[in-house]
């Protein structure tokens, strides 16, 4: 297993951050990484993610909502083939550190067998692209 993980401070209640983070027909708005997202935000639903990564990676691919709890956390995990080959969970946390501040937490949990195979190269990249998705969320939040 293997996690990536990233964390940046923004000036916002959680219910903000949670309704922009959950908004996913207006990514393409936002965000320059998770570029669109079709499907609902419901434990179980299927996504079709369209991801830009910083060093140009282009791919979509089809995760499931496996945890929701409103204002706090939004998990979704994905399978290259078998997940005993190669999965990845995301996983966005906020933590609310005031009243008008909170913690957001953007990270991926790889596991299966392939994890041990990922290159130093992909790795960078996916946590430029996560800082990137953070930076774009903070600017749209606190505008």
Do not use: C
Not at 24 to 52: A, M, S
Not at 127 to 141: C, D, G, P, Q, Y
Request: hydrophobic share 40%; aromatic share 10%; no cysteine.
């Amino acid at each position: 297993m293997k996690e990536l993980t990233t964390e940046i401070q923004i000036n916002s209640r959680p219910e903000i951050l949670w309704s922009v983070l959950t908004d996913f027909k207006n990514y393409y708005q936002w965000n320059p990484i998770l570029q669109k997202i079709k499907g609902e935000p419901l434990i179980g639903n299927q996504l079709e993610v369209h991801l830009l990564t910083v060093g140009g990676k282009n791919r979509v691919y089809h995760p499931k909502i496996i945890k929701i709890i409103p204002n706090q956390e939004l998990r979704w995990k994905g399978k290259f083939l078998f997940s005993q080959i190669f999965s990845g969970e995301r996983v966005f946390i906020i933590e609310k550190i005031s009243d008008n501040r909170v913690n957001f937490v953007n990270k991926e949990i790889f596991s299966g067998i392939g994890v041990r195979f990922t290159p130093r190269k992909m790795e960078d990249d996916i946590v430029a692209s996560f800082k990137k998705m953070n930076e774009a969320l903070k600017k749209t939040i606190e505008q």
